[in-house]
């Protein structure tokens, strides 16, 4: 077995873990059920990536996350490790390929969508698969009170009775007490060893605003904060209608959004990973898995979903361990749009069906057809065919997923691949006889490692300005060599996918789980309360208790609190900030005092709030009786006007 400390360092190139990374894996490495949970940045994926290559066998990696799949699989092999994915809109000859190579023991790592894991092809190659760890990645989908329920997640402990002896590792950033215990219930962990990251960011510093003009606030934080941002908006208008503002002010912005063409989306993306572009303006699916340290600032200007995608959004700054900031900027219509969705719920079973007949329209399939098949789906573009708010649809679709009756894959954008069939001098002999393709065969094995072992993504336009031609003729090129049988091309897949999980039913009689729905309902009321008891903590520091739970007034350990953390106040919020300047401005000062006591002579507060001068202490009275806010009594006292 080697030493997870020389993988790290002969893989990765880092000298030492982060805190609780080795303590998981020497968990993981004693055969041991483990159950860990990082807050963001804490390095979840290497708790897993560095046993895999200490144990034998192959390391399963269940993860409901298609782009940080593809990016992780890239990432890996760049360092000569061999790792695979399975999900949504691969081909079946693609997979049956991957899923041979982890049964043969080719593949150290294979990551698969938990959709996958009940299929036919992959239990077939699972009872000659040598596997030696089960990882399950975000693994909060699979709890109820978890923030990001997902059915198929339950059906990852079917396979303990399939891999007896197996370890399994659960990895969360974001989960309740409550959501933990879920966790280890669900997934049948046998007394598994628990490692709980603290959720203080000591470098992080949190605030909030109400801004009547977000605009003019956001420029003011951009000039004195630099650095790479991120600023997170709800809606694909919102990214682009607030990125186009800050272009025309000489902000170097992108949007990003799903709605974009692929490889405008990785362009962007890489652009702003470079520095190229300083801030980018995206929907909040932006950034999971993206690991880019200096990201100085965060901010908000919608109210986010739960305190979970919160705390998530606003721990991508600061991963370096450099000060940052995470802040909101919200005006009284987005407090106001949040409680109406706490109190409108998620839709009703009648919606839902409804909703269901007008799916099973769209994709044009009869009663009792479908199953595992995947349409071409663009949310928008159903939405206003539908008279239905985007927004409104999307919770539809995930409450139709939930109950297990069809997916929607957002990410389902595959670049074009190729798998080189042909041996070597079977390829040399057709370059001989096809001369006018000898070029493109010798750039795309030049530009495409691995293209003789595995499907292979392939950089169509890098092919193009090599050759001096175009994209479309590269492609046609890359189809001609695979009428030759000498390569397995799949050529790109750019359109969303709606995959159904079941076969189609009548709608009239379409399953639902109403007492999930319930539970659904409340955690939802749940989820939106707090973030309003997070947004109304006040902005002023008041000068009597507000509340009567002793919920914290610093908003880090507000957070903390929330995760089930006991922790003091951080110093650097804004509501930490402003109780601190209380305590050294003397009209705060006394009217706090004032509050508390409720009537004293003049001389007593003075007294009181010693070593402050007497001569401000009078003047901050008489400021605070000219506007109403004490009222002067005889013998020289004062009191709080009732």
């Known amino acids: 077995m080697h030493q997870p400390q020389d993988i790290l360092r002969s893989v990765w190139g880092y000298n030492a873990f982060r805190p609780l990374q080795g303590e998981i894996i020497a968990s993981v490495l004693l055969g041991r059920d483990t159950l860990a949970l990082l807050p963001t940045g804490g390095g979840k994926s290497l708790c897993y990536q560095v046993p895999a290559l200490s144990l034998d066998g192959v390391t399963l990696v269940v993860s409901p996350l298609i782009a940080l799949m593809k990016d992780q699989v890239a990432a890996l092999r760049k360092r000569g490790v061999a790792a695979a994915a399975i999900f949504s809109g691969l081909r079946q000859r693609e997979i049956d390929a991957r899923l041979d190579s982890a049964a043969a023991g080719k593949t150290r790592l294979l990551y698969l969508s938990p959709e996958r894991l009940s299929s036919p092809a992959f239990l077939g190659r699972l009872e000659r698969m040598p596997v030696g760890l089960v990882a399950i990645d975000e693994a909060h989908c699979i709890a109820e009170w978890g923030h990001d329920f997902r059915p198929a997640y339950l059906r990852i402990a079917d396979l303990r009775e399939r891999l007896p002896g197996v370890p399994f590792l659960a990895l969360t950033a974001s989960a309740t007490p409550r959501v933990q215990e879920e966790i280890a219930e669900r997934l049948q962990l046998a007394d598994p060893a628990r490692f709980v990251g603290s959720f203080a960011r000591e470098n992080l510093v949190l605030g909030l605003r109400m801004a009547d003009n977000k605009g003019a606030r956001m420029l003011d934080l951009f000039r004195r904060v630099p650095g790479s941002a991120l600023v997170y908006l709800r809606s694909r208008r919102k990214v682009e209608q607030w990125s186009d503002w800050l272009r025309r002010r000489g902000v170097s912005a992108q949007a990003y959004h799903a709605g974009l063409p692929p490889e405008q989306r990785h362009e962007r993306q890489e652009a702003w990973m470079s520095g190229a572009t300083r801030v980018m303006v995206c929907t909040t699916a932006f950034g999971m898995g993206i690991d880019k340290g200096d990201v100085r600032l965060v901010l908000h200007l919608d109210a986010p979903e739960s305190l979970e995608a919160y705390y998530q959004e ?106 080189m069939k042909a041996g070597k001098a079977d390829l040399y002999r057709f370059q001989v006889e096809h001369r006018h393709l ?205």
């Open 314 to 419: 606003a721990g991508r700054a600061g991963r370096d361990g450099k000060r940052a900031w995470a802040a909101m900027f919200l005006d009284a219509g987005d407090r106001r749009s949040l409680a109406e969705r706490m109190e409108a719920g998620p839709p009703e079973v009648d919606a839902l069906r409804r909703l269901y007949q007008q799916l099973a329209d769209h994709c044009q399939l009869a009663i009792g057809a479908g199953e595992g098949e995947a349409y071409a789906f663009e949310p928008r573009a159903f939405a206003r065919k539908a008279g239905m708010p985007p927004r409104r649809l999307t919770e539809s679709l995930r409450i139709l997923e939930q109950e297990g009756h069809l997916a929607l894959n957002e990410a389902a954008w595959l670049p074009p691949r190729a798998w």
């Open 438 to 642: 000898d070029d493109l065969v010798k750039a795309l094995l030049r530009s495409t490692p691995g293209i003789f072992d595995h499907h292979a993504a392939i950089d169509e336009g890098r092919l193009a300005r090599q050759l001096g031609s175009t994209q479309k003729a590269v492609g046609e090129g890359l189809a001609k060599l695979a009428e030759y049988k000498l390569l397995d091309y799949l050529p790109r897949a750019e359109t969303p996918q709606l995959v159904w999980l079941r076969p189609r039913a009548d709608a009239r009689y379409l399953s639902l789980d109403r007492a999930a729905l319930e539970r659904r309902r409340e955690r939802h009321r749940s989820r939106l309360q707090a973030v309003l008891d997070y947004l109304d903590m006040g902005l002023e520091v008041p000068v009597a208790p507000t509340r009567s739970d002793n919920a914290p007034d610093c908003r880090m350990a507000r957070l903390q609190a929330y995760f089930g953390e006991q922790a003091p106040e951080c110093g650097r919020c804004d509501r930490c900030l402003a109780r601190r300047h209380a305590d050294t401005d003397p009209a705060r000062a006394v009217a706090r005092f004032m509050a508390e006591v409720g009537s004293a002579r003049i001389a007593d507060v003075v007294a009181a709030l010693r070593p402050m001068a007497e001569r401000d202490v009078v003047q901050a009275l008489r400021w605070l009786i000219d506007r109403g806010r004490l009222r002067r009594e005889a013998d020289d006292r004062v009191s709080s006007r009732p």
